[in-house]
């Protein structure tokens, strides 16, 4: 079936440490995006790519950093510099017409940072 | 900038009973759209509605309608006979800046559905 997957789904890391999130989708869509989620403070986009090889940065950019290699693939990386990194994080994708269409979404992973 | 705006934290309502969920924005686009995603527990976000800002009607999706009210910048959902798997947060989005490609969300409303 076509979706958006995420890995993985729960994930542990300790202070100072790099985790790069997995996000693969098979909708062939051109834009993917990275989301954060916090209680009570709803989404906040943290990069998003409209084409292979190309992204911006989102509102919270900072200590995370993306690629896109392929166009199905978006990985982010929680580095060290990311103060507060515990959060559900979410990937989304679309067909790049947000002006009708919608964002699909990944399950989300959760990192918790001991 | 956009912004979206969720005043209720949290709400119940009866099994079977209509219940509207607020959303007010701003934003200094003439164009514009806004959407409605539904989260259950298990954390994926699920689309379950749009409404374009030169749409003259309502939109309507199965049990959802949006109330769109343009003077008053606001887009609530509404959940017609209400089921207990509606029980979920709640986010309202609206797409970002001319231009740009993104949504930007509210915070959220919790529903309950009660037997």
């Known amino acids: 079936d076509g979706g958006i997957t995420q890995s993985p789904k729960y994930l542990f890391r300790k202070e100072g440490q790099n985790v790069t999130l997995s996000c693969e989708q098979n909708?062939?869509?051109?834009?993917m995006y990275w989301y954060r989620q916090d209680p009570g403070q709803g989404l906040r986009l943290i990069y998003y790519?409209?084409?292979?090889?190309?992204?911006q940065k989102g509102d919270i950019a900072e200590g995370y950093s993306v690629s896109r290699e392929k166009k199905e693939s978006f990985p982010l990386t929680v580095t060290s510099a990311q103060k507060n990194p515990t959060a559900f994080y979410l990937c989304?994708?679309?067909?790049?017409?947000?002006?009708?269409?919608?964002?699909?979404f990944g399950e989300g992973s959760r990192l918790t940072v001991l | 900038a956009q912004k979206i705006t969720q005043t209720q934290p949290g709400m119940f309502v009866q099994e079977k009973e209509a219940v509207t969920l607020d959303c007010t924005y701003d934003?200094?686009?003439?164009?514009?759209?806004l959407f409605w995603y539904k989260q259950p527990s298990s954390g994926e976000m699920i689309f379950l509605i749009y409404?374009?800002?030169?749409?003259?009607q309502n939109a309507t999706e199965g049990r959802y309608s949006l109330n769109f009210q343009k003077a008053r910048k606001s887009a609530n959902l509404v959940i017609s006979a209400s089921q207990l798997g509606d029980s979920a947060m709640y986010f309202c989005?609206?797409?970002?800046?001319?231009?740009?490609?993104?949504?930007?969300f509210g915070t959220g409303t919790r529903l309950t559905v009660i037997p």
């Open positions: 790519s409209q084409i292979v090889n190309d992204f």
């Open positions: 409404q374009g800002s030169y749409d003259e």
């Open positions: 934003t200094s686009d003439q164009s514009y759209g």
């Open positions: 909708l062939n869509h051109d834009a």
């Open positions: 989304a994708s679309s067909d790049g017409h947000l002006n009708t269409g919608e964002l699909f």
């Open positions: 989005a609206m797409r970002g800046e001319t231009g740009a490609n993104n949504l930007f």
